[in-house]
C-alpha cells in the first residue's frame, strides 16, 4: 500500500477554502470526536495562523485518492516531572530544559502530536495501520529535528488501556498528566489526558 502525504495549507492555498472543507467532509471518526471536530473546525484556521500543521494521509481506493488518517502537528511548552523519568533522562532533558524549583519539573518546548486518527467513513481505516499513521507524525518531527536539533516529542491521549498501551508498543512513555479544559470535556471521556514522551534520538525514517 502506497501513501501521499499533504499539508492542508497546500491544499487550501490550491483549492480555496471551500473546496478544501468539502474535501474534508469524507472524514469520519467515531472512536473520537475530538479528532473529527479539529480537522473540520479548527486545522485550517490553525494551519492559517501558523498555531499547527496538519497533515492529511491519502491512499488510492478504487482510483480515487481518499483521506485514510491525519496527524496534526506543534510545538508547544510542557513540563516533565523530575521524579517520573531517571537519572540518566533527566541529564538528557535538562540539555534542552530548564529546571524549576517550584513545580519541581523540567519546563521544555517540544514538538507535539497533537491530533492523530485514521478516517472510518466507508471503511478507509482498514487501508492503513494505527502504527503507519503514527510513524508518518514522527517522520516529519524526526525531519524537522535533523534540520534545527531536538530529540523528544509528546502526545497526550485519554487514559484507556487500548490507547496507552499502543503508543507504549511505538516507543512512548506516560510522564505526566494534563487536566482538560472546558470545552475539551464534552469531546473526551474522564477529567484529564495522559502526556506521552518520546526519543527520537535513534529514530530512522
Given amino acids: 500500500m502506497s501513501y501521499k502525504i499533504v499539508n492542508l ?6 483549492f480555496g477554502e471551500d473546496k478544501t472543507k468539502e474535501i474534508l467532509k469524507d472524514y469520519k471518526c467515531k472512536l473520537n470526536l475530538d479528532v473529527e471536530y479539529f480537522l473540520k473546525e479548527k486545522a485550517i484556521e490553525f494551519s492559517k495562523q501558523d498555531i499547527s500543521r496538519t497533515f492529511l494521509v491519502l491512499s488510492e481506493y478504487k482510483g480515487r485518492n481518499v ?34 524549583n517550584e513545580s519541581k519539573g523540567y519546563n ?3 514538538p507535539l502530536i497533537g491530533q492523530l486518527g485514521k478516517n472510518y467513513n466507508n471503511g478507509y481505516n482498514k487501508l492503513i495501520s494505527g502504527d503507519n499513521l503514527l510513524k508518518f507524525a514522527c517522520d516529519k518531527i524526526k525531519q524537522t529535528q535533523n534540520i ?39 469531546k473526551n471521556k474522564g477529567e484529564y489526558l495522559l502526556q506521552m514522551l518520546r526519543d527520537l534520538s535513534k529514530y530512522n525514517i
Fill in 9 to 14: 495549507k497546500d491544499i487550501y492555498n490550491t
Fill in 67 to 100: 483521506i485514510v488518517g491525519y496527524f496534526a502537528i506543534t510545538n508547544k511548552a510542557t513540563t516533565i516531572k523530575k521524579f517520573v523519568i531517571s537519572k540518566t533522562k533527566r541529564k538528557k532533558i535538562l540539555r534542552y530544559a530548564e529546571y524549576n
Fill in 108 to 110: 521544555i518546548a517540544l
Fill in 148 to 186: 534545527i536539533g531536538g530529540r523528544y516529542v509528546f502526545l497526550e491521549c485519554e487514559d484507556i488501556d487500548k490507547l496507552k498501551n499502543f503508543y507504549e508498543d511505538n516507543g512512548f512513555e506516560c510522564f505526566g498528566k494534563r487536566n482538560l479544559e472546558k470545552d475539551e470535556r464534552d
